[in-house]
T-cell receptor
Framework: GAVVSQHPSWVICKSGTSVKIECRSLDFQATTMFWYRQFPKQSLMLMATSNEGSKATYEQGVEKDKFLINHASLTLSTLTVTSAHPEDSSFYIC??????????????FGPGTRLLVL | RKEVEQDPGPFNVPEGATVAFNCTYSNSASQSFFWYRQDCRKEPKLLMSVYSSGNEDGRFTAQLNRASQYISLLIRDSKLSDSATYLCVVNKAGTYKYIFGTGTRLKVLA
């Protein structure tokens, strides 16, 4: 399957700092990437859709000024958690929408980034 | 009602057993359905897409019942390595966005 990388895999930071997470599609171009968040024992929740060359679209309840998304190229999207607080501690996972196979488009997920804000 | 619902389990089964999971979705306009597998503290990995006619991949069989709005996953001859959380995923109608169920935990016991 397609390969998506994320960096860093782990971040521990102090409250108030900003954290940048990168998501790259390694072997295909992705005009659309998605950012999810997963809290312990809960499901993945979509935060925003990242569109190459245009503004990201955010899900209801997600602050766009707190979670800045930049999709600068067809293989890279970044999520910046600004002024992180302990309640932002979570598992952040990106996915990239792949070209359709047998008429079905699927999403391939990066390995995730664990953020711990102290 | 949740958009995608799954029994969280856990399902504890012996090696070699057959186990089935169901998932229901609320929006009849959804068009794409998937089963993903997620291991502890890892990202979800695509197990299989679910087609209207049903589809099989080795020991795994997926079925879609549009009339009743549910999807099923059958695992035959369970292996220890099948232990994971199985996520039912449905697209948000009219979009490419995914809606995830909370997942069903499976433990295959030796």
């Amino acid at each position: 399957g397609a390969v998506v990388s994320q960096h860093p895999s782990w971040v521990i930071c102090k409250s108030g700092t900003s954290v940048k997470i990168e998501c790259r599609s390694l072997d295909f171009q992705a005009t659309t990437m998605f950012w999810y968040r997963q809290f312990p024992k809960q499901s993945l929740m979509l935060m925003a859709t990242s569109n190459e060359g245009s503004k990201a679209t955010y899900e209801q309840g997600v602050e766009k000024d707190k979670f800045l998304i930049n999709h600068a190229s067809l293989t890279l999207s970044t999520l910046t958690v600004t002024s992180a607080h302990p309640e932002d501690s979570s598992f952040y996972i990106c996915s990239a929408r792949s070209p359709p196979t047998s008429g079905i488009e699927t999403q391939y997920f990066g390995p995730g980034t664990r953020l711990l804000v102290l | 009602r949740k958009e995608v619902e799954q029994d969280p389990g856990p399902f504890n089964v012996p090696e070699g057993a057959t186990v089935a999971f169901n998932c229901t979705y609320s929006n009849s306009a959804s068009q794409s359905f998937f089963w993903y597998r997620q291991d502890c503290r890892k990202e979800p990995k695509l197990l299989m897409s679910v087609y209207s006619s049903g589809n099989e991949d080795g020991r795994f069989t997926a079925q879609l019942n549009r009339a009743s709005q549910y999807i099923s996953l059958l695992i035959r001859d369970s292996k220890l390595s099948d232990s994971a959380t199985y996520l039912c995923v449905v697209n948000k109608a009219g979009t490419y966005k995914y809606i995830f169920g909370t997942g069903t935990r499976l433990k295959v016991l030796a």
